[in-house]
């Protein structure tokens, strides 16, 4: 079975079952699918590694990249691996296509993708890889843990002895070091880590630095020489009360989700009615919303480290940071059963003015707690990434732990 990328773009995503349904019926398989946004970084990064044909036909000057850049970040994009048996997935997923121009394919391929849902050269409906280009460098950058044809023999022992011998070793002889008290969630990050690391050097990686330099230069702020910490806990745990801490002894930014929230609320715009009833209701804000008032904040922000405080909330919230704004560095989570954090809230209220700090909102923020974030520490203790505070002590004995972590 071979296999090729095609990305359905922004103007054509709300045809997608349409062309989804031409693929399948021509032949192919779809063996992975995913539905992502892009920010101008990413398609930038994808862009320089991966640069389009010369022209979008023999007579037509080249598309601008940036105008492609503007078709691909202007909404969802829908990510595809496309597979068939034998030889030529690319050559024939590219006469599916079209050409590049719809114009150029309305007449000379009428029947193909981009004839039928093609608007101009930039959204001409699909990104598919050009014939000779690398497609399982395409099909890497946007699955990236999509597991690869295994190779065999000299090759499988060339790829053994110079990629994981070397740091399935380190990470062993690191773990019997360490002695970490969950040994596979540590060593499953260590090897991530090493992985990462390793592709460091490769064409996208390279591409997507290069990118973020012009993005910065633009104005667009480069994450990751920032450490950022997700800080979780329980509805009145004392995450924002360490987090000024943090603050104030090590100059960190401190970006709180919630109160991000409650801003876009006060603003009076329109979501923001509809933000103060969900959490009025103890409902979790759908992650758009939060993570595009998160990544607008922290875009300015030149300070060392980053507190996010109350995010993520949901699992998919996680993901699409991790893979959207940034990777980060560790989950700072604040362990407190729900009496001490019942007692802590009321009294808050008696002052807040919160919507949320009263009997019944209570209530249903530790229900919401308990069944939706949870399993997000839990997911990232399995990887090794949490480290967890008993915030049940005064607040002077919580941040002597805390502050040890940092
Ligand atoms: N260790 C502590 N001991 C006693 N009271 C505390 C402690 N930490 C914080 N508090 C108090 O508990 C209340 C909740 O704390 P804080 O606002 O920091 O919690 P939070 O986790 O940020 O809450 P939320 O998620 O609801 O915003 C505050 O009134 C704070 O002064
Ligand atoms: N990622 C987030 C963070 C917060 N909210 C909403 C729901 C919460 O109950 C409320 C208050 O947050 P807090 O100040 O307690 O951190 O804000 C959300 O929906 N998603």
Same mark, same amino acid.
């Given at each position: 079975?071979? /296999?090729?990328?095609?990305?359905?773009?922004?103007?054509?995503?709300?045809?997608?079952?349409?062309?989804?349904?031409?693929?399948? /019926?021509?032949?192919?398989?779809?063996?992975?699918?995913?539905?992502?946004?892009?920010?101008?970084?990413?398609?930038?990064?994808?862009?320089?590694?991966?640069?389009?044909?010369?022209?979008?036909?023999?007579?037509?000057?080249?598309?601008?990249?940036?105008?492609?850049?503007?078709?691909?970040?202007?909404?969802?994009?829908?990510?595809?691996?496309?597979?068939?048996?034998?030889?030529?997935?690319?050559?024939?997923?590219?006469?599916?296509?079209?050409?590049?121009?719809?114009?150029?394919?309305?007449?000379?391929?009428?029947?193909?993708?981009?004839?039928?849902?093609?608007?101009?050269?930039?959204?001409?409906?699909?990104?598919?890889?050009?014939?000779?280009?690398?497609?399982?460098?395409?099909?890497?950058?946007?699955?990236?843990?999509?597991?690869?044809?295994?190779?065999?023999?000299?090759?499988?022992?060339?790829?053994?002895?110079?990629?994981?011998?070397?740091?399935?070793?380190?990470?062993?002889?690191?773990?019997?070091?360490?002695?970490?008290?969950?040994?596979?969630?540590?060593?499953?990050?260590?090897?991530?880590?090493?992985?990462?690391?390793?592709?460091?050097?490769?064409?996208?990686?390279?591409?997507?630095?290069?990118?973020?330099?012009?993005?910065?230069?633009?104005?667009?702020?480069?994450?990751?020489?920032?450490?950022?910490?997700?800080?979780?806990?329980?509805?009145?745990?004392?995450?924002?009360?360490?987090?000024?801490?943090?603050?104030?002894?090590?100059?960190?930014?401190?970006?709180?989700?919630?109160?991000?929230?409650?801003?876009?609320?006060?603003?009076?715009?329109?979501?923001?009615?509809?933000?103060?009833?969900?959490?009025?209701?103890?409902?979790?804000?759908?992650?758009?919303?939060?993570?595009?008032?998160?990544?607008?904040?922290? /875009?300015? /922000?030149?300070?060392?480290?980053?507190?996010?405080?109350?995010?993520?909330?949901?699992?998919?919230?996680?993901?699409?940071?991790?893979?959207?704004?940034?990777?980060?560095?560790?989950?700072?989570?604040?362990?407190?059963?729900?009496?001490?954090?019942?007692?802590?809230?009321?009294?808050?209220?008696?002052?807040?003015?919160?919507?949320?700090?009263?009997?019944?909102?209570?209530?249903?923020?530790?229900?919401?707690?308990?069944?939706?974030?949870?399993?997000?520490?839990?997911?990232?203790?399995?990887?090794?990434?949490?480290?967890?505070?008993?915030?049940?002590?005064?607040?002077?004995?919580?941040?002597?732990?805390?502050?040890?972590?940092?």
């Amino acid at each position: 079975m071979e /296999s090729t990328l095609a990305l359905v773009k922004p103007h054509a995503f709300p045809r997608a079952d349409e062309i989804l349904s031409a693929i399948t /019926s021509a032949g192919f398989t779809i063996t992975a699918k995913d539905v992502l946004s892009l920010n101008t970084t990413r398609a930038a990064a994808f862009y320089a590694a991966h640069p389009p044909p010369a022209g979008a036909g023999a007579s037509s000057p080249p598309v601008p990249v940036a105008d492609l850049i503007g078709a691909l970040t202007a909404g969802p994009v829908m990510a595809l691996v496309v597979s068939k048996a034998g030889g030529g997935v690319n050559d024939e997923l590219a006469s599916l296509a079209g050409p590049e121009d719809p114009a150029t394919a309305r007449t000379a391929a009428p029947g193909s993708l981009r004839a039928r849902f093609g608007v101009d050269a930039a959204k001409n409906a699909v990104h598919v890889v050009a014939p000779g280009a690398d497609a399982e460098a395409q099909v890497a950058f946007f699955f990236p843990e999509r597991e690869r044809e295994l190779p065999s023999g000299a090759a499988a022992k060339e790829y053994l002895m110079g990629s994981v011998v070397p740091s399935l070793t380190k990470g062993l002889t690191e773990l019997c070091r360490v002695a970490p008290a969950d040994p596979l969630g540590w060593l499953s990050t260590f090897l991530g880590d090493a992985a990462r690391e390793a592709r460091g050097g490769d064409a996208s990686a390279d591409a997507e630095a290069e990118a973020a330099k012009g993005a910065e230069a633009n104005g667009e702020a480069k994450k990751d020489k920032q450490k950022i910490v997700f800080v979780l806990g329980g509805p009145g745990s004392g995450k924002g009360t360490q987090c000024a801490r943090l603050v104030e002894d090590f100059h960190f930014d401190h970006f709180s989700a919630g109160d991000l929230l409650r801003a876009e609320v006060k603003s009076g715009s329109s979501t923001g009615v509809e933000i103060d009833r969900m959490i009025a209701n103890g409902e979790i804000v759908p992650g758009d919303i939060t993570i595009s008032l998160l990544a607008n904040a922290i /875009s300015s /922000s030149t300070a060392p480290g980053i507190l996010i405080d109350g995010f993520p909330r949901k699992l998919d919230q996680a993901g699409a940071f991790e893979k959207d704004v940034s990777d980060f560095a560790f989950v700072l989570f604040f362990d407190c059963p729900e009496e001490v954090m019942e007692e802590r809230l009321l009294k808050r209220g008696e002052t807040s003015g919160r919507v949320d700090d009263n009997a019944e909102s209570i209530r249903k923020r530790f229900d919401t707690f308990v069944k939706t974030s949870m399993p997000v520490i839990e997911y990232y203790e399995a990887k090794g990434k949490v480290r967890r505070v008993d915030a049940t002590k005064t607040p002077d004995e919580v941040y002597a732990v805390v502050k040890g972590f940092f």
